[in-house]
């Protein structure tokens, strides 16, 4: 019997998500290829097979987690018609699992660090791009829902994307803030407050 082909598409996934578990423990610098390689159950070569460096199964872990975490959200918003509930809803998604999760603020931190001192490295730059790019498009697409449904006063895409830009921005930085100062505020309430003045006075 001739062995089943093997999926490289899906091998290339599985690889990415047990590193991405290695990355969330150990942290980017300490983890070895040959861990990942025993998290995934494959041999160190294999590992090489699939991604040519440690930096390239690095940005691919990223890119799939944070795929992974726009598509939880999305399907949260399945089940919600109403445009403000669902944008509130996208949001608190995104604070609850950096609040849920004790591994989330530890891997941000570390993401971020990496960018920072990799800034020239087109692997992590457009890792980078494309990370923000896709928060930016799903709250882009929820504006524009509304806009349809008579929810939200915008005058046309170009201010629907830069509010998607500037709301993605704010998230990003008050939970490096929020991680930064040891908790020093509250997180959700600074969110929530944020939210009331976006919906009251940007898009009503």
């Given at each position: 019997?001739?062995?089943?082909?093997?999926?490289?598409d899906?091998?290339?996934?599985?690889?990415?998500?047990?590193?991405?578990?290695?990355?969330?423990?150990?942290?980017?610098?300490?983890?070895?290829?040959?861990?990942?390689?025993?998290?995934?159950?494959?041999?160190?070569?294999?590992?090489?097979e699939?991604?040519?460096?440690?930096?390239?199964?690095?940005?691919?872990?990223?890119?799939?987690?944070?795929?992974?975490?726009?598509?939880?959200?999305?399907?949260?918003?399945?089940?919600?018609?109403?445009?403000?509930?669902?944008?509130?809803?996208?949001?608190?998604?995104?604070?609850?699992?950096?609040?849920?999760?004790?591994?989330?603020?530890?891997?941000?931190?570390?993401?971020?660090?990496?960018?920072?001192?990799?800034?020239?490295?087109?692997?992590?730059?457009?890792?980078?791009?494309?990370?923000?790019?896709?928060?930016?498009?799903?709250?882009?697409?929820?504006?524009?829902?509304?806009?349809?449904?008579?929810?939200?006063?915008?005058?046309?895409?170009?201010?629907?994307?830069?509010?998607a830009?500037?709301?993605?921005?704010?998230l990003?930085?008050?939970?490096l803030?929020?991680?930064?100062?040891?908790?020093?505020?509250?997180?959700?309430?600074?969110?929530?407050?944020?939210?009331?003045?976006?919906?009251?006075?940007?898009?009503?």
């Amino acid at each position: 019997m001739s062995a089943k082909p093997v999926d490289k598409d899906q091998k290339r996934r599985d690889i990415a998500l047990a590193a991405m578990e290695v990355f969330s423990e150990l942290g980017f610098e300490s983890a070895s290829m040959s861990r990942v390689a025993e998290r995934a159950g494959v041999g160190k070569g294999t590992i090489y097979e699939y991604f040519p460096s440690k930096d390239e199964l690095i940005a691919s872990s990223i890119r799939l987690w944070m795929e992974q975490m726009i598509a939880e959200a999305e399907n949260t918003l399945e089940k919600i018609h109403e445009p403000e509930e669902r944008l509130r809803s996208y949001v608190q998604s995104f604070v609850d699992m950096f609040l849920l999760d004790e591994k989330m603020p530890r891997l941000i931190v570390s993401i971020f660090q990496i960018f920072m001192t990799n800034l020239h490295d087109t692997t992590y730059g457009d890792t980078l791009k494309t990370m923000f790019g896709n928060g930016v498009q799903s709250i882009e697409k929820i504006l524009l829902d509304g806009v349809k449904a008579g929810a939200f006063r915008i005058r046309d895409r170009a201010e629907a994307r830069r509010i998607a830009i500037n709301l993605t921005a704010f998230l990003d930085g008050i939970c490096l803030d929020y991680m930064a100062t040891g908790g020093l505020f509250d997180l959700r309430e600074q969110v929530d407050h944020y939210m009331k003045y976006l919906l009251e006075d940007s898009l009503k």
